[in-house]
Nanobody, 116 residues
Framework: QVQLVESGGGLVQPGGSLRLSCAAS????????MSWYRQAPGKERELVAT????????NYADTVKGRFTISRDNAKNTVYLQMNSLKLEDTAVYYC?????????WGQGTQVTVSS
């Protein structure tokens, strides 16, 4: 059974940092690209960052480029999202996702709230 479990969200002040984790199980983690998405209240879910398998190429949304870093530890079956210089508009539920066999599998999400 494929499962993704996010953690690490919380309340942080503007300019602060958080590191999100997504623990994966039920599939060969190292062979799949992984992604982080977010969904703010009243908005559509949007892609934040993606990391490939293999050589771990990364891509970022323009809104987070230079502030967020996606990484993976294949030995721990975990993908991370390091978020620095957080802004009010980064407030959202953050989800990790894997596309496996043409089907998107999502975690339950973790809330990130940026507020002073």
């Amino acid at each position: 059974q494929v499962q993704l479990v996010e953690s690490g969200g919380g309340l942080v002040q503007p300019g602060g940092s958080l590191r999100l984790s997504c623990a994966a199980s039920g599939f060969t983690f190292s062979t799949y690209a992984m992604s982080w998405y977010r969904q703010a209240p009243g908005k559509e879910r949007e892609l934040v960052a993606t990391i490939s398998n293999g050589y771990s190429r990364t891509n970022y949304a323009d809104t987070v480029k230079g502030r967020f870093t996606i990484s993976r530890d294949n030995a721990k079956n975990t993908v991370y999202l390091q978020m620095n210089s957080l802004k009010l508009e980064d407030t959202a539920v953050y989800y990790c996702k894997v596309r496996r066999g043409g089907i998107d599998v999502w975690g339950q999400g973790t809330q990130v709230t940026v507020s002073s």
